[in-house]
């Protein structure tokens, strides 16, 4: 899993406006333009690895686009490169990004939702994946696409799912919760943020005492068997965005480290990644919404 355009401004991740559509390019073919008022789609987040596909079960407004177009020579990477330009200039953050085999191949390829052939051809040996998401104001919206090639055309299926309601306000950070409120909040959204780690500007250890987020973390887990959870840590602003991408990963580390070496959580059930300062809940103008900034979030990434 890799991160991606560090240069784009990322105040676009609370921008209200809806992404330029991704749509065919002059001289394509669309052979598919479906859309679903609410659904979920099981959105990658990891490449297969020898059992399953991680993925975060994105719920909402869904829209599916696929067309091919003539090759020109060029590769299924030169057919993806404009495509995620243009979500990232759109405020996206790449969550997976990979290729046939580092995705895992068949077994990736199918757990993808993927319109069928003739609608949408994958070569099993040469396909782009990229999985996105950024923040709106009506919750967080997510992208993917799927890029292959036959011998002279190469297809293209963009699925988007958007919050399936926008509340006028922007979202704010997440208050402290219960134990209870914990776990209703990961079943109903497949996110929360855990409100009792406190973390100084630049450091990444927890104290050694109890934390009530983490240990109804580990009991969520041990009444849902089947599933795994990715920790996410963020930053404040303070600081280049390369260190603080490191920072928060071992903020997410030290987490994780808690819940399997303290709490007895299994290790292949959570996982841990940075984001730095690319998804800020607050104001990086205030102390107070920079300590709300620092902070670990717990994303549902598979319900077998």
Avoid: K
């Avoid at 020109?72 to 996206?92: E, H, N, S, V, Y």
């Amino acid at each position: 899993m890799r991160f991606h355009g560090l240069a784009v401004v990322m105040a676009a991740l609370l921008a209200p406006g809806a992404v330029a559509a991704l749509t065919p390019p002059e001289g394509a073919t669309a052979t598919a333009e479906e859309q679903v008022a609410l659904g979920t789609v099981a959105v990658p987040v990891g490449a297969h690895d020898g059992t399953h596909v991680p993925a975060i079960a994105a719920e909402g407004a869904i829209t599916r686009r696929a067309w091919h177009e003539s090759l020109d020579g060029r590769t299924t990477m030169q057919i993806l490169a404009p495509l995620r330009d243009r979500l990232l200039a759109d405020g996206f953050l790449p969550i997976l990004d990979c290729a046939a085999d580092s995705c895992g191949g068949f077994d990736f390829r199918f757990a993808t939702d993927t319109l069928p052939a003739p609608v949408m051809h994958v070569d099993l040996g040469d396909f782009r994946f990229l999985s996105a998401r950024r923040l709106t104001r009506a919750g967080p919206e997510y992208a993917t696409l799927m890029v292959s090639r036959s011998s002279t055309r190469g297809f293209v299926q963009v699925t988007r799912i958007r919050p399936a309601a926008a509340p006028e306000t922007a979202p704010r950070a997440e208050a402290p919760q219960a134990g209870d409120d914990l776990a209703a909040r990961l079943d109903r959204d497949g996110r929360a943020v855990l409100p009792d780690l406190d973390f100084d500007t630049g450091a990444a250890t927890l104290n050694g005492g109890d934390i009530a987020s983490l240990q109804a973390l580990a009991q969520y887990l041990a009444d849902n068997p089947g599933l795994t959870l990715m920790l996410v840590g963020h930053t404040d602003a303070v600081g280049a965005l390369e260190g603080n991408i490191a920072l928060s990963r071992r903020r997410a580390e030290a987490v994780r480290a808690h819940l399997v070496e303290r709490l007895g959580v299994p290790a292949t059930r959570v996982t841990a990644a940075g984001a730095g300062f690319l998804a800020p809940v607050a104001s990086n103008r205030s102390e107070e919404g920079r300590m709300q900034n620092r902070r670990v979030e717990a994303i549902v990434t598979a319900l077998e």
